[in-house]
Each structure stands twice: as C-alpha cells, then as structure tokens.
C-alpha cells in the first residue's frame, strides 16, 4: 500500500515566524515530489516540485527531500496571513507498472496567527 | 491562457437523475484526471486518462464514468447519482515527463461542487 502521510493539523505559527510542514512516504521507488496550496473551497495549486536529495528555495518556500529517510518538508519563512491554508504533499513514482500516479497526503491546515 | 476549466461550477441535483460535469483544457496535456474531495480526507482519485481513448480506474470509481474521445476534453458522468456522491470534484491534467511518462506539475479546474439530494 503506497501512502503519504501528512499530520493533519492545524498547525498555528505566529506571523513571521517559520512554518514548517512535512510529509512522509512509503514507496521507496517515488521519484518526484510536489506541494500544493489550497485554500477553503479553492482548487490546489502547485507552490514547489523537487526531484533530488536537498533543499530547493524558491522565494520564502524551501523544500527539502530526504530519500534515505522518506520524508519531504516545507518550510515557509516569514509567514504571512495569505499562508493560512491546507498544504497538500503529493508523491510521484515513475514506474510504469504504477501508471505513474501521484499518491497525495490528507494535507495540513496552517493558520498564521497576526 | 493556459487554464482547465469545469461546468458547471455549481449543482443540485436529485438522486437518479443523469449528469455529466465537463472538463476541457488547453494545454495539450495527455494526462487528465478527476477527484473528488471530502472533509478529511483529501484528494481521492476517481479516473485518470493517459491519452486519448486510454483511461482507467483511480481508487474510487463506483458509480462514475468518464470518456476521452479527444485530447482536451475529459467529461465525468454520474449515470444515478445519489447522497454519497455528494462532494467537491476537481479536473487535473498533466504533461509527462520525457520519455518515461512521470508526471509534471498537475493543473486543476476551478471545482464542481455537487449536491446531489
């Protein structure tokens, strides 16, 4: 059973604090990983990938993968109100006999208190 | 602009009566899929479709069909619907990754929420 596992929150972080979500996976064949932002009645929207070991900074987001250990986080630096949304953590797999399916967590709601 | 787009946006329907909710993108994506979210419990894939006349189940199909007759449409049909399918649906599509078909970044419709009484 692949599954991707996110703690569901809400996870409450002062602003312009650092808000840190993480993710965990069980298929060790996963390849590529994706965050997506959705805000309450909204449609996800992608706010980092990242493919290799590290991290990936994109303005105050930084992702970080740990293949070893299975697990992927992000970070939010200097959390904003606009934050406060559910992150969903999305896991990819490239093989073929998975069709190549994202395997998504239950998401983490964020609240940025002001 | 590049954009998936959902109709309608809002629907109340009555159990057993037919429906299908359109999904049409732009982007010339041979991935699409559907979902549908539910309090708690995420994003739970109802179809997906590799290309064009290539589509199978996701993890809950009961009661869902879906064709894909051409590259940029992929429609949803509710043959009877009834209470529990009463959800927030959403459309994606997707580009693969070079040759090995991995998925790329998945682009989302705006949302179908459907009532269905």
């Known amino acids: 059973q692949k599954e991707v596992e996110q703690n569901s929150g809400p996870l409450s972080v002062p602003e312009g604090a650092i808000a840190s979500l993480n993710c965990t996976y069980s298929?060790?064949?996963?390849?590529?990983f994706f965050w997506y932002r959705q805000y309450s009645g909204k449609s996800p929207e992608l706010i980092m990938f990242i493919y290799s070991n590290g991290d990936k900074e994109d303005g105050r987001f930084t992702a970080q993968l740990n293949k070893a250990s299975q697990y992927v986080s992000l970070l939010i630096r200097d959390s904003q109100p606009s934050d406060s949304a559910t992150y969903l953590c999305a896991v990819n797999n490239d093989r073929k006999d998975s069709n190549y399916q994202l395997i998504w967590g239950a998401g983490t709601k964020l609240i940025i208190k002001p | 602009e590049a954009q998936v787009t959902q109709n309608p946006r809002y629907l109340i329907t009555v159990t057993g009566k037919k429906l299908t909710v359109t999904c049409s993108q732009n982007m010339n994506h041979e991935y699409m899929s559907w979902y549908r979210q539910d309090p708690g419990l995420g994003l739970r894939q109802i179809y997906y479709?590799?290309?064009?006349?290539?589509?199978d189940k996701g993890d809950v199909p009961e009661g869902y069909k879906v064709s894909r007759k051409e590259k940029r449409n992929f429609p949803l049909i509710l043959e009877s619907p009834s209470p529990n399918q009463t959800s927030l649906y959403f459309c994606?599509?997707?580009?693969?990754?070079?040759?090995?078909?991995?998925?790329?970044?998945?682009?989302f419709g705006p949302g179908t929420r459907l009532t269905v009484l």
């Open positions: 479709s590799m290309n064009v006349e290539v589509t």
């Open positions: 298929d060790r064949g996963s390849q590529s």
């Open positions: 994606a599509s997707s580009f693969r990754l070079g040759s090995g078909g991995a998925l790329g970044t998945q682009y």
